[in-house]
């Protein structure tokens, strides 16, 4: 899937997550421990975010992943979504869908919009 990101959208949604990590601190360090969590295991963000939003997974599911592995990952999704104001996180995600997932979790973890800027390709 090929996403382009424009400077001024990724630089609200840097603004966007930076106000979330001020509001409801709670939710945004366990969304960027999922976030981490998506990183180590090398899932990939799509797959993060599809679950997060109840969308299809089964385009960007990992191959050739342990089941019991896979089982916590999931754990810790539904962990996320059960808390009480996972609302607002799923606010913010579905306002900058467009950007991508990836892109998303990239600012999160402190990457500059300025990097993620212009068409990449998302697996």
Known sequence: MLVSANYDDLKNAKLAIENLSVTDPSIYQMFLNIVELT?????????????????????FQPMDQDDYVLSIY?????NLKDHSKFSDLKRFLKEY????YA?????AMGQNPKELAGPTVIH
Not at 74 to 78: A, D, L, N, T, V
Not at 97 to 100: A, F, G, K, R, T
Not at 103 to 107: E, R
């Open 103 to 107: 892109n998303i979790s990239k600012l």
């Open 97 to 100: 869908h467009q950007l991508s």
């Open 39 to 59: 990183r180590q295991l090398n899932y990939g963000f799509q797959y993060m975010g599809a679950l997060l939003m109840d969308e299809d997974p089964s385009e």
């Open 74 to 78: 999931h754990r810790e999704i539904k």
